[in-house]
């Protein structure tokens, strides 16, 4: 079983309530059972809801209550990021996920890199709260960037 993020499946919980339909992904029903999770909407963001990004620190600061994640008008949902990202986590420990795929760049889900926290499309080194959860809880994560990278890391399943 994968965890991956519902808006690659087509799932229209996007912050501008759309979706990032990804074929790639789906095509892994064939083989793998997906479980879908949001966990912006898990935290209790509506969808739509205006982007955010994390503006204070990187994902660790945030999950050590020491950075801070701001939509673009300025209010604070770092409550919200980090409720879904436990969720998100109550979620893989109940089914014993032990690999996610996830939205890149995300503030949530994006790992590797996401926006740098100014709104302009810049991106920097970084996890978003959610990816860095679950690596810190031994779940292996990926982005649909990275489609091919986990077929060759599991290609034995």
């Known amino acids: 079983m994968i ?3 519902a808006c690659l499946f087509g799932l229209n919980c996007k912050y501008n309530g759309g979706d990032n ?7 892994l029903i064939e ?3 997906l479980i879908p999770i949001c966990p912006e909407q898990l935290g209790g963001l509506s969808t739509p809801r205006h ?10 600061d945030v999950l050590n209550g020491k950075g801070k ?9 770092t409550e919200q990021f980090l409720k879904g990202a ?6 893989a420990k109940l089914y014993g996920i032990k690999v996610a795929i996830l939205k890149a760049k995300s503030p949530s889900c994006g790992c590797g ?10 991106l920097k080194k970084g996890n978003g709260v959610t990816a860095e959860l ?17 077929i060759g890391n599991n290609s034995e399943n």
């Open 69 to 77: 994640i701001e939509n673009n008008c300025g209010e604070d949902v």
């Open 21 to 27: 339909k990804n074929k790639e992904v789906l095509k």
């Open 51 to 60: 982007p955010a990004e994390i503006v204070s620190g990187d994902a660790k």
């Open 31 to 33: 083989k793998y059972q």
């Open 113 to 122: 890199v996401i926006y740098d926290g100014t709104f302009t499309g810049t």
């Open 86 to 91: 436990q969720e998100s986590l109550k979620i």
């Open 134 to 150: 679950f690596l810190q809880n031994g779940i292996k994560v990926y982005t649909e960037n990275e489609i091919e990278k986990f």
């Open 3 to 5: 965890l991956v993020s």
